[in-house]
């Protein structure tokens, strides 16, 4: 049965550093960007104002000297020692991205005179994930076409929507045919609703990020294809929830499900609390009548300079699952992240919402979590 169909609310993780699972390298860590003093909507941050803050950011650019990441068993060893560990705690499902340079390396640039291109060569590294998840009864989510910097292939255009879309659309008709009947439910993009915060902080790249007219464009070629290439699948678009202003009307025109993000701890080291989740959900409830899950939600464990802890972030968890399931409004929760890596992001709290540390051992929030989901089931 396809996922949020079966009336029982669904128990998920999210998994950023696929690159284990598809046998591949970590991307490239990213160093401070230049702007980093961001103001969220819900007002001055904390970490920002921190009096230990240069030292954090020195801690930060000192670990982007980390030794590498140790050589992981076989792509094959690795799924099914996620799968049996997913299994064992009950989680249901699993939220990746499907990386578009995972599939496909280097594009063309569209001529004006000739946009039908020679297509790029696909290569489906994922397929064992996709398999060892699937065969084993977990459902995937799997997040299309995310614009992030460190996931486009060679040659991306993210100057030009119109050349951007032209390389996009035949790369996602291809994923999504790929895996049609192996997975059902598809998020396209990520954030629309924040692409300028993504360029902010570094993340993504490029002008179409900027243009008014990209989220709507671009949100309506991915619905297309999935409707196309997968017809009886569902379609997500996920939205950083606690915006002040939120364009429901057009997020509801594209989306069979509305994922809603949650952070309220992300610049507050000491917010265990995820009180806003049913609050905002019955809201948006009302105002789309859509079916909604939380897709991301999660509580930094670090940097402990900053006063973010593990105790906190396992604090954190049991909130949000008491709050997910109480509401009656959600259908699923999807706890970020599974896991720390070697790779380093920016900003630096980032690099700490794994449930599991970067050598996958088990904080606080992981046993939390399991607890949580075991008594609910």
């Known amino acids: 049965?396809?996922?949020f169909e079966s009336g029982k609310f669904q128990w998920g993780i999210n998994i950023d550093n696929v690159w284990i699972y598809a046998g591949l390298p970590p991307p490239k860590s990213e160093i401070m960007p230049f702007l980093i003093s961001l103001k969220l909507s819900r007002g001055p941050t904390d970490t920002f104002e921190h009096p230990n803050l240069s030292q954090a950011l020195d801690e930060h650019n000192n670990n982007l000297q980390l030794p590498d990441e140790p050589e992981p068993e076989s792509v094959e060893q690795v799924c099914q020692d996620l799968v049996a560990r997913l299994k064992e705690a009950k989680i249901s499902f699993v939220r990746a991205w499907f990386p578009w340079n995972y599939f496909t390396k280097d594009l063309q640039s569209p001529d004006q005179d000739n946009e039908r291109q020679t297509p790029p060569t696909f290569e489906f590294i994922m397929d064992t994930f996709v398999e060892t998840l699937t065969?084993?009864?977990?459902?995937?989510?799997?997040?299309?076409?995310?614009?992030?910097?460190?996931?486009?292939?060679?040659?991306?255009?993210?100057?030009?929507l119109r050349k951007y879309l032209l390389q996009l659309i035949p790369s996602c008709e291809e994923i999504v045919r790929h895996y049609k009947g192996t997975i059902d439910i598809w998020q396209i993009e990520n954030e629309p609703n924040w692409w300028k915060g993504h360029v902010?902080?570094?993340w993504r790249s490029g002008l179409i990020w900027l243009e008014h007219k990209s989220e709507e464009m671009i949100l309506e070629a991915l619905h297309n294809v999935v409707r196309q290439e997968c017809p009886n699948g569902k379609i997500v678009i996920n939205v950083e929830a606690d915006r002040r202003s939120i364009n429901w009307e057009l997020y509801t025109k594209y989306a069979d499900v509305l994922g809603l993000d949650f952070y309220p701890g992300y610049v507050h080291p000491r917010e265990s609390s995820a009180a806003e989740i049913r609050a905002i959900a019955s809201d948006v409830k009302k105002q789309t009548g859509k079916q909604l899950i939380v897709t991301e939600t999660g509580q930094p464990s670090g940097p402990q300079l900053l006063g973010?802890?593990?105790?906190d972030q396992a604090e954190y968890v049991k909130s949000a699952c008491e709050e997910s399931f109480s509401s009656d409004i959600l259908d699923g929760l999807a706890v970020w992240r599974y896991s720390d890596s070697y790779w380093r992001s920016f900003p630096m709290q980032e690099n700490h919402f794994g449930l599991l540390t970067k050598e996958r051992d088990p904080k606080k929030a992981w046993f939390e979590y399991v607890d949580q989901i075991k008594a609910r089931i």
């Open 308 to 311: 973010y802890s593990e105790g």
């Open 1 to 3: 049965m396809p996922l």
């Open 200 to 202: 902010a902080v570094d």
């Open 135 to 160: 065969t084993n009864g977990l459902g995937v989510l799997g997040v299309l076409a995310n614009g992030y910097s460190r996931f486009l292939p060679n040659g991306a255009d993210v100057e030009n």
